[in-house]
């Protein structure tokens, strides 16, 4: 396990060349449209359904596909029905229930 780690630590250590747009050959320019990763778009998601902004939610959703989205969106319920139970002392079943006006079980 040791030795994945070591060559893990050695691949992304590694000084990269810095490249410029101006140093950059014309083949090799990076197209100059921002790129989202999953979790910004989840964030972005919720966020603007939080707040029933629908020109927001029709522009995060457009970020990544729907499965990448919707697998976002899932990871960011999960951590924040677990920060909300931690802050409360109280199990992340009881706080998910809580959220959705449920009973407690």
């Given at each position: 396990?040791?030795?994945?780690?070591?060559?893990?630590?050695?691949?992304?250590?590694?000084?990269?060349p810095?490249?410029?747009?101006?140093?950059?050959?014309?083949?090799?320019?990076?197209?100059?449209?921002?790129?989202?990763?999953?979790?910004?778009?989840?964030?972005?998601?919720?966020?603007?359904?939080?707040?029933?902004?629908?020109?927001?939610?029709?522009?995060?959703?457009?970020?990544?596909?729907?499965?990448?989205?919707?697998?976002?969106?899932?990871?960011?319920?999960?951590?924040?029905?677990?920060?909300?139970?931690?802050?409360?002392?109280?199990?992340?079943?009881?706080v998910?229930?809580?959220?959705?006006?449920?009973?407690?079980?």
């Open positions: 396990m040791s030795g994945t780690l070591a060559r893990l630590w050695k691949l992304f250590s590694r000084p990269r810095i490249e410029s747009p101006e140093h950059s050959p014309p083949g090799k320019r990076r197209p100059e449209k921002r790129t989202h990763n999953l979790f910004e778009a989840a964030a972005a998601y919720v966020s603007a359904c939080a707040e029933d902004d629908q020109d927001g939610i029709d522009e995060a959703a457009t970020w990544v596909s729907p499965e990448a989205l919707s697998f976002g969106v899932n990871e960011l319920a999960c951590r924040a029905v677990i920060a909300i139970a931690r802050e409360r002392d109280e199990s992340p079943s009881a998910a229930r809580t959220l959705l006006g449920l009973p407690t079980a």
